[in-house]
């Protein structure tokens, strides 16, 4: 800072007094700052050193503390350090006992499986042999026949006498005996000969001779039902093991196909919706009425959306869908259907389902001559038909026994009354003329309804 003179005071001294007591107490510079920082660190990093120096040669310290002030005084990395160093050589040693020891297991493995190869070959080639040296003991035998047929039934010159062969010698080839024979024709031919041969031969040895030893492709067992390799004679009448599976996929496809039908997709969708319909036609409630004319427009158009404020049908954007709203709105409104109107909704229901039931059954005859000509079961592949059935209104009797008197009281002259207390006191069904000249019928006793009626009353006050 510049010594600027004081106006009130001279003195070149005490201005410069003052300009020494300003720099005492000024604030330290970059420098000053930087200089002490620097020189902290270096006391630190000295002061590291020394502990570090004290520490490894401290002879009680051990080498975790050593490696430990060492990598703290920066001497070397922590990878460096003897712990590192001895975790990387026990890494290896255990890389390397897992590496042997797997090599020892796939060769014990190798081994092992060599061995039962060896054993299944060992025990087929015995099988083999066997029925070899059965044929050729059948074969031997229906040679050495042969030859004694051909040797006795050699034809006769005319004139010629072949002695009687004894029948000790004819049992023992199993031949029937042969007496004297006289004239150039033999008692049995060649192939007679043969034949009878092979009939006295046990029935193993008739196999071998008929179908020999060929091994064929796995066939299932009898009482444990897995595939075995079998020959020839002893595969018959069994099963082939590859059979099984070809038909269940060939079933597992064709029941996908089926899946796919438009036909099965509208019945899937309608049935369990008309199902619902009839369990709820007979009961006269509000929810019951929705419940009807939702389900009427799902099973006009399966692919509908039915929500509970609107009714949208692809098929029919203008009719039948402006029809069941209107519906949906009345008795959301207060109105009730009426038992004809829910007839009427199940009636169409019934025939629209019946159509759906008629394209899926010609669906399912045509996939059934599939089935059947690749020998696979109808019932594990074609999935049920279950025919709707029409709804009918049940009869109520005590309905039935109000309507013979209202009917017989319809026909007598109406009955004039004053107040609705008077019409009460009347018979169900009696013609009533109001105080207004008007004529009706007294109505039924009323039912507690959540909401009346909008129609069927006739006449009031």
Known sequence: MPIRPNPANGDPYIAQAMDNLAKAFAPLSGSDVAGYANAKA???????????????????????????????????????????????????????ERAAKAAEYGSDRTYAASTENNVRDNARALQTNAA?????????????????????????NPGQVAPAVPVEMMTAMGLPGIGERRGAEPILSKDQAEAQAFRTLPPEQQRAV????????????????????????????????????????????????????????????????????????DRDTKASDLNLIYGLAKILD????????????????QGTADRLNGMVNAVIGGSRLMPEARVALMREAQSRMAAYEDIYGADLDRYGGIVDRAGLSRADVLPQLERSKPFELPQNPDAAKSAAPAAAASTAAPVKVATPAEAMKLAPGTPIELPDGSQGVVPPPAKAQPAPRAAGASGGW
Do not use: C
């Open 302 to 317: 399966p692919g509908s959306v039915v929500r509970e404020s609107e009714i949208v049908m692809a098929q029919d954007t």
């Open 210 to 281: 008929a179908f020999g030893n060929t091994p064929i492709d796995p066939v299932l067992d009898h009482f444990t039902g897995k595939p075995i390799y079998a020959t020839r004679p002893d595969a018959i009448g069994r099963q082939p093991a590859a059979d099984f599976t070809k038909q269940g996929e060939a079933a597992g496809k064709i029941r996908g196909e089926i899946a796919q039908l438009p036909s099965y997709k509208n019945y899937a969708q309608a049935a369990p919706v008309y199902r619902s319909m009839m369990e709820t036609a």
């Open 42 to 96: 270096t006391r630190e990093e000295a002061a590291r050193l020394a502990d570090a120096w004290r520490i490894m040669n401290d002879p009680n310290a051990t080498w975790d503390q050593r490696d430990r002030a060492a990598a703290g005084a920066k001497l070397y990395a922590p990878s460096q350090s003897r712990y590192a160093v001895d975790q990387d050589i026990v890494a290896r040693h255990f890389a390397a």
């Open 132 to 156: 070899d040296n059965d044929r050729a003991v059948a074969t031997n035998r229906l040679d050495n026949q042969r030859q004694a047929v051909t040797s006795l039934y050699q034809p006769l």
